[in-house]
C-alpha cells in the first residue's frame, strides 16, 4: 500500500464546474499538507498549505484536511480551462522534516 | 515572493557528456534545496536532499558518483549528471525551502530541465 494514494483521472469537465480532487493517507503522523498544480513540462507550482485538520479558502480554491478519516481534498469553484493541469498532493511529517511524499497526481481537463 | 529558477529548461547532448543544471532561489535564502526526478505521467521521485555546507544525502537507489550535488551558498545548488547516457533522460526538477531545517515552510520548485541524452 503507498503512503499516500490519488486517483490519476484523468478527469473532465465543462468550464464552471466545481471540481473535487482528493487524497487518503495511510500514516497518521503527517502533519503538513499541500496542494501543487503542475502543467505540462513545467514544475509544480504551491497552490494551498495547510496543517493539520480544517479548511482553508484563496480565492477559487479550497483545501479540506480531515485527519480522522486520513482525507484531504482541493475544491476548485467556477472551473476555467486555465485550470486544466495535474495537481498533485503532498504531505510532511512535521515541522523541520524534509522530505514531501507526493500522491501520483490527478490529471485535470477543463472543457470549454 | 518564493521564486526558484532553474537552468537551463532543455539539454540535449551526446551519450558520455557531463551536464550541469543550476538551481536558485531567486528571493528568499534556501538553507535546504530538493532534486527530483519526474518520468512522463508519473509522479516526482526525490533523489536527493542538500543543505547548504554539507553533503547531500542521497535517496536508496540513488548513485551518488553519478549525480553530483553542490550546495556551496544559500541560494544556489548545482546536480552534475556525469557521463550522461540515455537512461538518464528525464525531466530534472529542483526545489528549495526557505529558512532553516527547523521551520515549517513549504517547498517552491523551479521549472525544471528536460535531458534528452542521445
Known amino acids: 500500500q503507498k503512503e499516500v494514494e490519488q486517483d490519476p483521472g484523468p478527469l473532465s469537465v465543462p468550464e464552471g464546474a466545481i471540481v473535487s480532487l482528493n487524497c487518503t493517507y495511510s500514516?497518521?503522523?503527517?502533519?503538513?499538507f499541500m496542494w501543487y498544480r503542475q502543467y505540462s513540462r513545467k514544475g509544480p507550482e504551491l497552490l494551498m498549505y495547510?496543517?493539520?485538520?480544517g479548511n482553508k479558502e484563496d480565492g477559487r480554491f479550497t483545501a479540506q484536511v480531515d485527519k480522522s478519516s486520513k482525507y484531504i481534498s482541493l475544491f476548485i469553484r467556477d472551473s476555467q480551462p486555465s485550470d486544466s493541469a495535474t495537481y498533485l498532493c503532498?504531505?510532511?511529517?512535521?515541522?523541520?522534516?524534509?522530505?514531501?511524499?507526493f500522491g501520483q497526481g490527478t490529471r485535470l481537463t477543463i472543457n470549454p | 515572493g518564493a521564486v526558484v529558477s532553474q537552468h537551463p529548461s532543455w539539454v540535449i547532448c551526446k551519450s558520455g557528456t557531463s551536464v550541469k543544471i543550476e538551481c536558485r532561489s531567486l528571493d528568499f535564502q534556501a538553507t535546504t534545496m530538493f532534486w527530483y526526478r519526474q518520468f512522463p505521467k508519473q509522479s516526482l521521485m526525490l533523489m536527493a536532499t542538500?543543505?547548504?555546507?554539507?553533503?547531500?544525502?542521497?535517496e536508496q537507489g540513488v548513485e551518488k558518483d553519478k549525480f553530483l550535488i553542490n550546495h556551496a551558498s544559500l541560494t544556489l545548488s548545482t546536480l552534475t549528471v556525469t557521463s550522461a547516457h540515455p537512461e538518464d533522460s528525464s525531466f530534472y526538477i529542483c526545489s528549495a525551502r526557505e529558512g532553516g531545517t527547523g521551520g515549517n515552510q513549504p517547498q517552491h520548485f523551479g521549472d525544471g530541465t528536460r535531458l534528452s541524452i542521445l
Open positions: 495547510t496543517y493539520s485538520s
Open positions: 503532498a504531505m510532511r511529517l512535521y515541522q523541520g522534516a524534509q522530505k514531501l511524499v
Open positions: 542538500s543543505n547548504e555546507g554539507s553533503k547531500a544525502t542521497y
Open positions: 500514516n497518521s503522523a503527517f502533519q503538513y
